[in-house]
């Protein structure tokens, strides 16, 4: 083993090049700068050493709506689309009839543009001069009243962002998880056929615990992917994501660098390594909840 | 509980659109009396395991009933039936240890059947016991060898007493040894729990070994039931001949004219009751005597010496198939310089057969080497 070790670094080599300069200095970069207070990217100046960037950022309301409304999305998203896809894999595993059709058009969404889905969802929610939208319109006809869910109030714009990440995420969650279900020997089921197992019984006790690992990946991936939502935000309700109050943690990395406020690569930096931070310690408790839930 | 089959067949829809279906089992009449350890055998894809798949209830007959004593079990689910069931590749839940697999069953029952968390524990530990793996308990399939899987799969099918127990192929999993070791186990345990057992598998070995009777399939179709040593001495047609026994029957073409049977143009055997026509002679390896005057020449090609007998390879101008190979006694000296060997034969090891229905022609004899 010890005579092999060069060899092994050699063939290294070319993915250590790539994550080195494309991932770990710019890591480290950033690290760096959310500790430089005022750092200019033009002059490479800066005033001082300290943590002033992140006692700015975290007294910024700003960053705090962006904080609340990513975790909101995190809390609400990731469950409810896991959930989903899984009721929806079951019975798409089920059925023989029609499965294909039903399987192209729940992973339509996959391959449509997430800017043409916003469209779509503003057709659905906005409410103009002219019309109230196809969703008020249906909740007019059951005896509610209709609301603005683009413009209007904090809870019905959080709504129509949940609604839309989820159903952007489905289409995935709903392919891994359809190939899992495919990949359970029916032996088992039929086993616990013969045995008089209940249909509930033999999802929660045999199906559930050998899909598990895919679960587990798709709320670990789902995690990190819904803390780094930013588009989702932007097809719906514009750039200007501070001012209709739904920004995202990621959004607001993106407007000190670039937005009409930006140009503040420290801030910018020392908010990044808060969400770095807060993901890494998601993922690790998952991690350890997984010990005891997923099966191997 | 004897099993009953009438009438029972299973026919699939063919793949190919405006094929005829497949008959997997046609037509289907046996009884297995109770208490009996049976082996379905039969080659691959001749509906064994349809079969068993039909008791069990995880299909549904297309055609016939089945019956568990005097109660009608087709359209029973198969929980209602009262099956254990091993699989092929034990089908043990992967992420449970041998004791919640064994247990499983059980915390299925409902209603009145219901039973408690000790209740659960004994019953388990008993049927642990049976199968000699109470030491294991507390592992997880993948941390057992073959064998232990085996058991613990028959521990599960065992623990809610059920009135049949069925085995899918239970050894084809396990090697040469372990096979061995495994087929007198579950001997012991059918005959300690006295159920009726029903077992399927292509190796004929292996049913004639342990089971109290046998069923020979070919293609769906039943050939013979019997206990395993008339079937093999006294098979129904050709194919049954063929598939029992190893190393397996000697073929010849042969005919029988005035009450004597010729293999080419020696007259081997006085056969009567039979009449003249073209056959075709089986001649099992243990029929063959060396003898020096006996009528049945035939070109030496090997001998092979196993110790307890010899096994002579030979050749016959008439034979069907690859070479002759006889088993006689090791104290018979062969003489390997020779290049042709006389035999006769034992007339209760020669069997006839027609020529176009492959069926069994009976004759009767005197001893005829005078």
């Known amino acids: 083993m010890e005579k092999n070790n060069h060899k092994g670094w050699l063939y290294l080599i070319p993915a250590l090049v790539f994550l080195g300069v494309f991932m770990l200095y710019p890591l480290i970069d950033v690290f760096i700068y959310s500790f430089e207070e005022g750092y200019n990217s033009a002059s490479m100046t800066y005033y001082g050493v300290g943590l002033y960037n992140y006692s700015y950022v975290l007294r910024d309301p700003y960053f705090l709506q962006a904080l609340k409304n990513t975790f909101l999305l995190v809390i609400i998203t990731v469950p409810l689309s896991t959930g989903l896809a899984l009721l929806i894999s079951v019975a798409l595993s089920s059925i023989q009839k029609l499965k294909n059709l039903y399987q192209t058009i729940f992973f339509l969404p996959y391959v449509t543009n997430t800017l043409a889905v916003g469209l779509v969802f503003m057709i659905l929610f906005k409410k103009t001069a002219y019309s109230d939208g196809l969703i008020n319109l249906l909740i007019e006809a059951f005896g509610g009243s209709a609301v603005d869910f683009m413009e209007g109030p904090y809870w019905a714009k959080m709504t129509v962002l949940c609604i839309y990440t989820i159903w952007i995420v489905l289409p995935f969650k709903i392919l891994i998880l359809t190939s899992a279900l495919a990949s359970v020997n029916p032996v088992y089921y039929n086993a616990a056929r013969v045995d008089g197992t209940s249909a509930f019984r033999i999802f929660r006790k045999i199906t559930l615990p050998l899909i598990s690992p895919t679960v587990f990946y798709l709320f670990v991936t789902g995690f990190i992917g819904a803390f780094k939502a930013y588009s989702d935000a932007v097809a719906l309700f514009g750039v200007n994501l501070n001012v209709a109050g739904m920004n995202t943690m990621v959004g607001y990395v993106y407007d000190m660098l670039y937005g009409n406020s930006g140009g503040y690569p420290s801030y910018a930096s020392a908010a990044a390594i808060i969400l770095f931070a807060i993901v890494l310690t998601i993922t690790c408790i998952n991690l350890l909840v997984s010990k005891k839930h997923v099966h191997y | ?370």
């Open chain 2, 1 to 370: 509980m004897k099993v009953v089959l009438k009438n029972l067949t299973k026919r699939f829809p063919n793949h190919k659109k405006n094929a005829p279906d497949v008959v997997a089992v046609d037509h289907f009449n046996f009884e297995i009396p109770d208490g009996k350890l049976i082996g379905l055998l039969g080659p691959s894809g001749c509906g064994k395991s349809t079969t068993l798949n039909l008791i069990c209830g995880l299909l549904k007959p297309s055609e016939g009933s089945i019956y568990f004593g005097e109660e009608d079990v087709t359209n029973l689910a198969p929980e209602h039936r009262g099956v254990g069931m091993v699989f092929q590749s034990y089908a043990l839940y992967p992420h449970l240890t041998v004791r919640q697999n064994i247990i499983f069953p059980l915390e299925n029952l409902k209603g009145a059947q219901k039973l408690t968390k000790e209740e659960m524990a004994k019953k388990a530990l008993q049927a642990a016991k049976l199968v000699q793996i109470e030491e294991l308990m507390d592992r997880k399939p993948a941390e057992l060898s073959g064998g232990q899987q085996q058991r613990v799969a028959i521990a599960r099918a065992l623990v809610k007493t059920p009135k049949v127990l069925l085995l899918d192929e239970p050894l084809s999993n396990l090697d040469a040894r372990l096979r061995l070791q495994t087929r007198e186990e579950i001997r012991r345990i059918q005959k300690e729990t006295k159920l009726t057992t029903i077992f399927v598998t292509h190796d004929q070995e292996e049913a004639m070994s342990i089971s109290d009777y046998i069923v020979v399939m070919k293609d769906g179709i039943l050939q013979q039931i019997g206990k395993p040593q008339d079937v093999y001495d006294d098979p129904a047609n050709l194919f049954v001949a063929k598939f029992l026994g190893t190393p397996p029957i000697n073929l010849f073409h042969g005919k029988v004219t005035d009450g004597m049977l010729y293999i080419g143009m020696e007259p081997v055997l006085a056969v009567s009751g039979v009449e003249n026509q073209a056959v075709t002679v089986g001649i099992r390896p243990e029929g063959f005597v060396p003898d020096e005057e006996g009528p049945l020449s035939c070109t030496l090609k090997n001998v092979e010496v196993m110790g307890r007998d010899v096994s002579v390879v030979s050749t016959h101008e008439f034979m069907i198939g690859a070479g002759i190979r006889s088993i006689i006694d090791a104290d018979v000296k062969i003489d390997v310089a020779k290049s042709t060997v006389r035999f006769r034969l034992k007339p209760h090891k020669v069997l006839l057969f027609s020529t176009d229905t492959e069926k069994r022609i009976p004759f009767t004899t005197q001893v005829s080497h005078a």
